[in-house]
């Protein structure tokens, strides 16, 4: 069973930013957050993940509260080809590897 | 690189017939996985491969559903005999143990009809 709870649905004007929310609040000690996306029935796309520092890159910026429990992805400037939909994922570690459980993500529209 | 390779792309066919997808991970990769996504279930994970093991497959919908992985540029998912909820977009992705990121790459996915 996914670990995270995400808003079905938001919309976002172009040029603003996207604030995704992401309520995780079982997750444990070593248990990293990944963000991924995906556009139209392509296969799901990295975006960014961490553990309990924020962190940045080009292509968005990721909030970890202090308690772990909760996480924002930011889109800075959101743009029409953002339209997609974004997958909360906690990191699970299992038999030497990881799951990666996806739940049922934000479906993100960006209006013009 | 070319990333994950699946084929077919598009695969129609009726119930009781048997369905196989092939997936190539990107080269050097040592994890593969099988994913299922529909419209009611979003994305599942059926089963994962590591240097070619099978290590988990508890995802796997019923006997049905078979997957091997008999070298590292090749995985097969098979379905015999196929059933209409059987539907979906079936995705590889593959990753590469140690890296930074422990990103999964996917392959751009089968989109399975059985009328």
């Given at each position: 069973d996914a670990k995270t709870t995400q808003p079905p649905s938001m919309d976002c004007a172009e040029g603003r930013a996207a604030n995704l929310p992401c309520n995780h609040s079982t997750i444990s000690g070593n248990e990293y957050v990944y963000w991924y996306r995906q556009i139209h029935s392509q296969g799901p796309q990295y975006i960014i993940h961490g553990l309990k520092n924020n962190e940045t890159n080009e292509m968005a910026s990721l909030i970890i509260t202090e308690d772990r429990k909760s996480s924002t992805l930011i889109l800075p400037h959101a743009t029409l080809r953002d339209t997609a939909v974004y997958y909360c994922i906690v990191r699970v570690p299992t038999s030497g590897t990881y799951k990666y459980i996806f739940g049922t993500g934000t479906r993100l529209k960006v209006l013009a | 690189d070319a990333g994950v390779i699946q084929s077919p792309r598009h695969e129609v066919t009726e119930m009781g017939q048997e369905v196989t997808l092939r997936c190539k991970p990107i080269s050097g990769h040592d994890y593969l996985f099988w994913y299922r996504q529909t419209m009611m279930r979003g994305l599942e994970l059926l089963i994962y491969f590591n240097n070619n093991v099978p290590?988990?497959?508890?995802?796997?919908?019923?006997?049905r559903f078979s997957a091997k992985m008999p070298n590292a540029s090749f995985s097969t998912l098979k379905i015999?005999?196929?059933?209409?909820?059987?539907?979906a977009v079936y995705f590889c992705a593959s990753s590469l143990w140690g890296t930074n990121t422990g990103e999964l790459f996917f392959g751009e996915g089968s989109r399975l009809t059985v009328l």
């Amino acid at each position: 069973d996914a670990k995270t709870t995400q808003p079905p649905s938001m919309d976002c004007a172009e040029g603003r930013a996207a604030n995704l929310p992401c309520n995780h609040s079982t997750i444990s000690g070593n248990e990293y957050v990944y963000w991924y996306r995906q556009i139209h029935s392509q296969g799901p796309q990295y975006i960014i993940h961490g553990l309990k520092n924020n962190e940045t890159n080009e292509m968005a910026s990721l909030i970890i509260t202090e308690d772990r429990k909760s996480s924002t992805l930011i889109l800075p400037h959101a743009t029409l080809r953002d339209t997609a939909v974004y997958y909360c994922i906690v990191r699970v570690p299992t038999s030497g590897t990881y799951k990666y459980i996806f739940g049922t993500g934000t479906r993100l529209k960006v209006l013009a | 690189d070319a990333g994950v390779i699946q084929s077919p792309r598009h695969e129609v066919t009726e119930m009781g017939q048997e369905v196989t997808l092939r997936c190539k991970p990107i080269s050097g990769h040592d994890y593969l996985f099988w994913y299922r996504q529909t419209m009611m279930r979003g994305l599942e994970l059926l089963i994962y491969f590591n240097n070619n093991v099978p290590i988990d497959d508890s995802g796997m919908p019923e006997d049905r559903f078979s997957a091997k992985m008999p070298n590292a540029s090749f995985s097969t998912l098979k379905i015999q005999p196929s059933e209409p909820r059987d539907s979906a977009v079936y995705f590889c992705a593959s990753s590469l143990w140690g890296t930074n990121t422990g990103e999964l790459f996917f392959g751009e996915g089968s989109r399975l009809t059985v009328l």
